[in-house]
Structures are given as structure tokens and as C-alpha cells.
């Protein structure tokens, strides 16, 4: 069993960053991925950045590309978002996941075997 606790998020103004970090306890896996996902209201849940863990492939959805980055502490067991340039588009509350037996990180949500609790992130105009 593996618990995701995000942490991070916050209220900031069009064009500022936040940092978001999800830390992994329990049981872990040597090829595990990790994934942020986000959902506004009324919308699908949308897959933001993985990463895999062994093959340290990384996948970003194109509207972040070049304003988040996905990386990971392997001693922390902890892989983190960097967000920059935010946009009000961007407002919703972003999940971390987690799979077992993952070369590249899915960007499924039914892929994911493990959630956090997710935590709010709001971009004002």
C-alpha cells in the first residue's frame, strides 16, 4: 500500500509560480511512476507531468510544456512540480498518483493505482 500526501498549492497572480511536492510513504516499487493530475470544475480530471521512477522518462500534456517541470527526490521518495508562468487556465486542484510496474508514467488516470488527496491551486487574472 502506498499513501500520496500533496502539498503546496495556493492562491497567486497570473504570470507567478508555485511548487508543488507530493511525498510517497508505505510500500514502493524500483519501477514505479508518478503523475500530477489536475480537474477544474466541471471538467475531466487532466493529466499535467509523470515521471517513471527506473527510466526517469518524463511526460508533460502540451499547455505546460516549458512553464512546469516534474522531478523527484529519490531519497524523499518525494517527486515535485515546479510551476511557472501560471495561467488562470491553469486553476484547479492537482492530484499526485502513483502505478506500480511502470516503465513510462501513463497519462490515464485509470492507470493509477494510488492517490493523494489533492490541493488547490488558484491563478487570478
Known amino acids: 500500500q502506498v499513501q500520496l500526501a500533496e502539498s503546496g498549492g495556493g492562491l497567486v497572480q497570473a504570470g507567478g509560480s508555485l511548487r508543488l511536492s507530493c511525498a510517497a510513504s508505505?510500500?514502493?516499487?524500483?519501477?514505479?511512476?508518478m503523475a500530477w493530475f489536475r480537474q477544474a470544475p466541471g471538467k475531466e480530471r487532466e493529466f499535467v507531468a509523470g515521471?517513471?521512477?527506473?527510466?526517469?522518462?518524463?511526460y508533460y500534456t502540451d499547455s505546460v510544456k516549458g512553464r512546469f517541470t516534474i522531478s523527484k527526490d529519490n531519497t524523499k521518495n518525494t517527486v515535485y512540480l515546479q510551476m511557472n508562468t501560471l495561467k488562470p487556465e491553469d486553476t484547479g486542484r492537482y492530484y499526485c498518483?502513483?502505478?506500480?510496474?511502470?516503465?513510462?508514467?501513463?497519462?490515464?488516470?485509470?492507470?493509477?493505482?494510488?492517490w493523494g488527496q489533492g490541493t488547490q491551486v488558484t491563478v487570478s487574472s
Open positions: 498518483a502513483a502505478r506500480g510496474s511502470a516503465s513510462v508514467p501513463a497519462r490515464r488516470a485509470e492507470d493509477y493505482d494510488y
Open positions: 508505505g510500500r514502493t516499487f524500483s519501477n514505479f511512476a
Open positions: 515521471i517513471a521512477w527506473f527510466t526517469k522518462i518524463i
